[in-house]
C-alpha cells in the first residue's frame, strides 16, 4: 500500500503563507491521483484541492480559489499545496489522500481515495 507523509504544517498569522508536503514513494507516485482535504472541529472532512496524475486536470475549492495551488514535482515524488493570504477560517487539519484512478479522475470526495496520511496541523490566528 501506498505511504503518504504530510509535513509543512503549523501555526501562522492571517495573510501568511505556508506550503505543505506530501512524499511517497516512486513506487506510487506517477500512477495515483492526489487531493488535499482538511477538516476543522466540528466539521466534515472536505476537499480542497486536487490533481489528476498525469497532469490530466485540478480542481481547487472555491473557498480557496486564488490563495491555493495544488501541484506534483515527479522528480521528488512529492504533491504540494502552497497556501497564501491565509485566513482563520483556513485553521484545520489538513490530510493528503491518494487514488489509484482513471485518467480523468480528479478526487474530490473522501470515496475515491485510497490511502490517506496521518494530516498536518495548520492554524492561522487573527
Known amino acids: 500500500q501506498a505511504q503518504l507523509v504530510e509535513s509543512g504544517g503549523g501555526l501562522v498569522q492571517a495573510g501568511e503563507s505556508l506550503r505543505l508536503s506530501c512524499a511517497t514513494s516512486?513506487?506510487?507516485?506517477?500512477?495515483?491521483?492526489f487531493g488535499w482535504f482538511r477538516q476543522a472541529p466540528g466539521k466534515e472532512r472536505v476537499a480542497v484541492a486536487a490533481?489528476?496524475?498525469?497532469?490530466?486536470?485540478?480542481y481547487v475549492a472555491d473557498s480557496v480559489k486564488g490563495r491555493f495551488t495544488i501541484s506534483r514535482d515527479a522528480a521528488k515524488n512529492t504533491v504540494y499545496l502552497q497556501m497564501n493570504s491565509l485566513k482563520p477560517d483556513d485553521t484545520a487539519v489538513y490530510y493528503c489522500?491518494?487514488?489509484?484512478?482513471?485518467?480523468?479522475?480528479?478526487?474530490?470526495?473522501?470515496?475515491?481515495?485510497?490511502?490517506w496520511g496521518q494530516g498536518t496541523q495548520v492554524t492561522v490566528s487573527s
Open positions: 489522500a491518494a487514488s489509484f484512478a482513471s485518467l480523468d479522475l480528479v478526487p474530490t470526495l473522501e470515496g475515491e481515495c485510497d490511502y
Open positions: 516512486e513506487r506510487y507516485f506517477s500512477t495515483y491521483a
Open positions: 490533481i489528476g496524475w498525469g497532469g490530466n486536470g485540478e
